[in-house]
């Protein structure tokens, strides 16, 4: 499969220092936010970059003040190019998200995602793979895959319906209900709600508190949680790429993709 050549600024994902505090920006500079395979890449090469760093107690993940993240982005050439490829590459490329996500999620530093404004498809996912999660008051949550003739994946499906239930997951995931804050805090889908703009104030705080306790217990104790509470994810989730690639190759895909991309909802300035 070919190179493609990207036009993202170089910088589309940092890293800031706080002492036993890290910041993760994803800022594309567009208002979007969206999730290319280049974007995707850098996130998970961001994750990485602290699984051998012993002085990391709470990994913060941000989008900018007006957008956590507008999910999969649909216009990205890179996957366009992935979904005209053979079969071997196609199945290779279609994980990526799902590593990336299994990145966040196998981190040993507590993650908190401060969530500003539109949180959406992908993004949602990666918020659902994070420790806890922190919205703006007029944060949104919303998964359109289906919709869009996709089905969720990245190991969303598990993680989602752990957090809000089955019935409610139906909710967020089959009928894509746009799911604001105080919603979202009733049902268990994020943690805490902050004044708009002060997201990231909030989950900086809360990642002191984290900052100030020993490190090691603090990291054993999440690896003990995760692995009872998450014991079953993978056998649940395993495949969703290879659904993904079938529901793709669906007509329902196309017309679910070029109808979005005509007509998009009220409000929202997505990929």
């Avoid at 970059?49 to 900018?64: K, N, Q, R, Y």
């Avoid at 993978?234 to 005509?262: M, N, P, T, W």
Wanted: proline letters at 4%; charged letters at 25%.
């Amino acid at each position: 499969m070919s190179a493609v050549q990207s036009d993202l600024p170089p910088d589309v994902v940092s890293i800031e220092r706080r002492g036993r505090i890290a910041i993760v920006r994803l800022d594309r500079g567009d208002g979007r936010n969206a999730l290319s395979m280049r974007v995707l890449r850098e996130l998970t090469r961001a994750a990485r970059s602290f699984e051998s760093d012993p002085d990391v107690s709470a990994v913060i993940l941000t989008g900018t003040a007006k957008v956590f993240s507008l999910g999969a982005d649909l216009r990205d050439e890179e996957s366009r190019v992935v979904r005209a490829a053979r079969l071997a590459e196609k199945r290779l490329a279609m994980q990526t998200g799902g590593r990336m996500c299994r990145a966040w999620e196998e981190l040993e530093p507590l993650t908190i995602a401060a969530i500003e404004g539109w949180c959406v498809g992908g993004g949602a996912a990666i918020a659902a793979a994070c420790d806890l999660r922190i919205a703006a008051t007029s944060a949104t949550m919303y998964v359109p895959e289906i919709e869009r003739g996709m089905n969720l994946s990245w190991g969303a499906v598990p993680r989602i319906t752990r957090l809000v239930g089955p019935a409610r997951a139906k909710r967020v995931i089959i009928l894509a209900e746009k799911i604001a804050a105080q919603q979202a805090l009733d049902w268990g889908l994020i943690d805490e709600i902050a004044p708009d703009g002060s997201a990231l104030d909030a989950a900086i705080a809360m990642a002191e508190r984290a900052a100030s306790l020993p490190p090691v217990q603090l990291r054993m104790i999440k690896q003990s949680i995760n692995a009872t509470a998450f014991a079953l994810d993978r056998a649940i989730s395993h495949a969703d790429f290879d659904q993904f690639a079938l529901a793709a190759a669906s007509g329902d895909y196309a017309e679910g993709v070029q109808s979005f991309l005509e007509r998009r909802p009220p409000n929202y300035t997505g990929a």
